[in-house]
């Protein structure tokens, strides 16, 4: 504790005698000062105790009395000792009034005991106070990093929480609650997950003191939460709080500062562990699409190995620019490459990383679900292989609905740099890996030309083709095949184009196709016969009949 009016007043050797303000004696004092000047406020910082003898004071003038302590109170003068026996014997009546007034305590400094002493007892003081938080800090310190190495994060938290006599928790990078203590912290962590957000989006190392919401189990802890940015590159990798009743002091600083260092160096060790799961990873991904599970599960060993065990789907995403390169420059192959970017999103730094920004998402629910996934990195597309039904398809799903839901219309993306395109494929099995790649590339093909943010293979296999004629080539090629017949249509020479329809809906049933149109079968004839004059084709042929149907559907579909 820093020593107060309290603290000087009994101290055997000062002497000091209360005049005034005895209920304000447990203010802190910060310096003791003496000056003699009629207004030494322009020299004063606050939480100073003023020493005086009154030699340029009318000391007994209570106009002028009240006016000198109003001011040295307004300056945040904590306290003034007036020395008697020089040149006033006694404290005059006028000082001590207004002291009252104003509650500033006003001690009594007697003869025999000079300011340097007063001053020496402070500053001893304030030397002790700084030493035991000193002390305390590294004691601190040395309780965190035990902590720290034998339980973890989760030690460390519970370590430092008893130190500042409060709550801590830590976040992870999309600012989801990692842990938290005591238990009871956890539900009040959660409420601040904007805040943390907030703060990530600033340059690290960043901090901010907010509020830290009521608690019914322990409502002396919830006035105040300092949040702490955690790496040591630009964007933060995590979060620490550290919740208490009050501003913390010198020795609880002390420990802050240690729990950040070392879950500091817990993150960068993290990214260095992250980076080497990676390329193991990559290695793995490419044994399972080369058609090697055993091999792939050798390789992957506890890491993924309950993961290959299990139903998996693929995930295959894109930025939305590269996509649309990509469907420009024709088929690409299928595997990914060799030398996969490992480094590329061991950082996680999303600033404008789409790709990044969805790993982020994947992991960090895998983790809080205690589930193993399996994110590459491939240059500039990322394949990850997570549960079927786990938390880890679920968020990515959630996380493409959500950009989904930000367009303002669904325009294909085309050269937005920050727009993503995910493809996934159907639940499937380590032998058939190289098949649920193949779906994933399948469906975020269809998501490309759709302007879909995610689309899944499942979806495609249950719904109809029919939605995938609506590209612009499809439409050209139907236009093209018919506008032949569309010509003739167009000269008043009959109706070829529905009669084609008619036919080829009734699977090449003259009566029935020839009642639907109203017309005499040998007319229907005639008009096939017509069609395939036109065209140059024959309609016996089943993959003219396909082209045909096909070319309907696409320019009208009813």
Known sequence: MPPTLASLVHHSALKLTVRAGEDRLDVPVRWAHSSELADPVPYMEGGELLLITALKLDAEDPQAMRRYVRRLSEAGVVGLGFAVGVHYEDIPDALVEAAREEGLPLLEVPRRTPFLAISKAVSAAIAADQYRAVTAGFAAQREL??????????????????????WAALYDTAGAVVAAAPDWAGRRAARLTADVQRLRERPAPA???????????????????????????????????????????????????????????????SRSLHAAEQRIGSAVLRMLLA???????????????????APF????????????????????????????????????????????????????????????????????????????????????????????????????????????????????????AAAAYKQAEQALSVARRRGRVCVEHEHLAAGSVLPLLADDAVRAFADGLLRALRDHDATGRGDLVASLRAWLSRHGQWDAAAADLGVHRHTLRYRMRRVEEILGRSLDDPDVRMELWLALKATSPE
């Open 145 to 166: 990093t035990k902590q720290a190495l034998t339980d973890g994060p989760e030690g460390l938290l519970g370590a430092l929480a008893a130190q500042v006599d409060g």
């Open 291 to 309: 058609g090697e599970p055993d091999h792939a599960r050798a390789v992957a060993g506890d890491l993924y190995g309950g993961l290959l065990d």
């Open 207 to 269: 901090s901010s003191v907010v509020g830290g919401g009521g608690d019914s189990e322990q409502p002396e802890n919830a006035d105040r939460v300092e949040l702490h940015s955690l790496g040591t590159s630009r964007k933060a990798r995590a979060a620490l709080a550290v919740g208490t009743a009050a501003p913390l002091g010198t020795a609880e600083r002390y420990a802050v500062h240690s729990a950040i260092a070392l879950l500091t160096l817990t993150t960068e060790r």
């Open 313 to 432: 789907r693929m995930i295959v995403a894109e930025p939305a620019s590269a996509s649309a390169a990509r469907a420009h420059a024709g088929p690409q192959p299928r595997v990914p490459a060799a030398k996969p970017s490992a480094a590329a999103l061991a950082a996680a730094d999303t600033g404008g990383d789409p790709l990044g920004a969805l790993a982020e998402v994947v992991e960090s629910a895998a983790a809080r679900a205690g589930e193993a996934v399996l994110v590459v990195p491939e240059g500039e597309r990322l394949v990850v292989l997570a549960t079927d039904q786990g938390a880890a398809v679920a968020a990515c799903a959630a996380y493409a609905a959500a950009l989904e839901t930000a367009r303002p219309t669904p325009e294909p993306v085309k050269g937005e740099e920050e727009g993503l395109v995910v493809g996934l494929s159907a639940p499937s099995g380590p032998i058939a």
